[in-house]
């Protein structure tokens, strides 16, 4: 069956999750296709998605990578794919639930219908909107919200959001083999280099809940590259002479 979309979901050691959030996408009413990348997970997560291309052939691709990588290259992987597939609306989406599936409509719905090109779930546009997380992780992720902003010079409250709908003519305008982030910061650089190309950025309330199954990936040197790169990122793009390319 036909789509304008594809999810991209990267995918390390989410078993526990997988087949849920797979089959959550495909009960939407709007009919959404599905990308996982896998990082060749130890748990076997890839050969679960490979069972349910049975069930969703029409529907559900796989890419498995031979070792773990880094959410920005995983990213970067699928949206290439997804350039090549033809999809006109192009989603980030964790594979943990953090991400309620049935706002992927509400993403959709903001760049087809308000013609906007970056549609953007947000935690905070409107106050904070986060289930269990303790505070000094609430306090991390909001500090650093505020500090990209200042940085960057972008009107987003949640610029390091990983849930999010591009146009199709926004990946085409970013030179993908030029982004250097692969942690979370990559999502910072992402939407600065559509801010730069003068697109039109949207945020979109949502409500973050951490994932109940599974174990999260944020690590200290994730962190780092976020504080220390988007500043290195900024000073780059002022000395830029082709939109930071």
Known sequence: ???????????YNEIENIDLIIDAV?????KFHILIVDDNSPDKTADKVQELQHKYSQELFLEVRKEKSGLGTAYIHGFKWALSHNYDYIFEMDADFSHNPIDLIRLYEACKLDD?????????????????WPLNRVLLSYGASFYVKLITGMKVHDPTSGFICYKRKVIESINLDKIRFVGYAFQVEMKFRAHLRKFILKEVPIIFTDRIRGVSKMNGKIISEAVYG????KF???FSKNKFD
Do not use: E
Request: hydrophobic share 50%; charged share 20%; proline share 2%.
């Open 1 to 11: 069956m036909n789509s304008d979309s594809l999810v991209i979901i990267p995918t």
């Open 26 to 30: 495909f009960q939407l009413d709007k």
């Open 116 to 132: 906007v090109d970056v549609a953007i779930g947000s935690r905070y546009v409107k106050g904070v909107n986060v289930v269990n």
């Open 230 to 233: 988007v500043l290195a990122m």
């Open 236 to 238: 780059r793009s002022i």
